[in-house]
T-cell receptor
């Protein structure tokens, strides 16, 4: 099992540019989560999907953020336009039992917006 | 408001020096409390789940305990490889989502 795979590992972009983060969950896991980690706020849930359908996006900070899951093996988190305050580590996680069960995290994408 | 507070923020131990990390929580209807370990540059890795007060779980040098207001992660005779950030999370009853604490960064010196 390859685990949750995220790409890219690092992303540096200029303010105003579009950023797309990618995630491949563990095969057979039907829940997928996007988290953001910062020193100030810790690990925050942005959105999660069940069977490719967004269930709760209440953590998405604003309309500049959007997430999609076109199929069971791929999800994207897009920020357009990006701002310096979006700089953080973004984690994708998957689970086979729901939002309160054991989460399997990827190694994250470190985003820096200058 | 559901909240998770971990203490201390950072802890330095000598190899073999046992200690405990604290996770206190206020949540409406606790459905589960989780401990994760996070190494630098990596995603959090699951350690334990506790569901009810009085429950204990053990794994190698780690033991997690749970009361109605807090959880402790006891580290017995730690080794340098136990150095990491330990995250506590609670599953809130109303939403079912995990709410994470800020973490305790543990450094074990040889």
């Amino acid at each position: 099992d390859a685990g949750v795979i995220q790409s890219p590992r690092h992303e540096v972009t200029e303010m105003g540019q579009e950023v797309t983060l990618r995630c491949k969950p563990i095969s057979g896991h039907d829940y997928l989560f996007w988290y953001r980690q910062t020193m100030m706020r810790g690990l925050e849930l942005l959105i999660y999907f069940n069977n490719n359908v967004p269930i709760d996006d209440s953590g998405m900070p604003e309309d500049r953020f959007s997430a999609k899951m076109p199929n069971a093996s791929f999800s994207t988190l897009k920020i357009q336009p990006s701002e310096p305050r979006d700089s953080a580590v973004y984690f994708c996680a998957s689970s086979d039992r729901g939002p309160g069960r054991t989460l399997h995290f990827g190694n994250g994408t470190r985003l820096t917006v200058t | 408001e559901d909240q998770v507070t971990q203490s201390p923020e950072a802890l330095r131990l000598q190899e073999g020096e046992s200690s405990s990390l604290n996770c206190s929580y206020t949540v409406s209807g606790l459905r589960g409390l989780f401990w994760y370990r996070q190494d630098p540059g990596k995603g959090p890795e699951f350690l334990f789940t506790l569901y009810s007060a009085g429950e204990e779980k053990e794994k190698e040098r780690l033991k997690a305990t749970l009361t109605k207001k807090e959880s402790f992660l006891h580290i017995t005779a730690p080794k340098p490889e136990d150095s990491a950030t330990y995250l506590c999370a609670v599953q809130a009853g109303n939403t079912g989502k995990l709410i994470f604490g800020q973490g305790t960064t543990l450094q074990v010196k040889p």
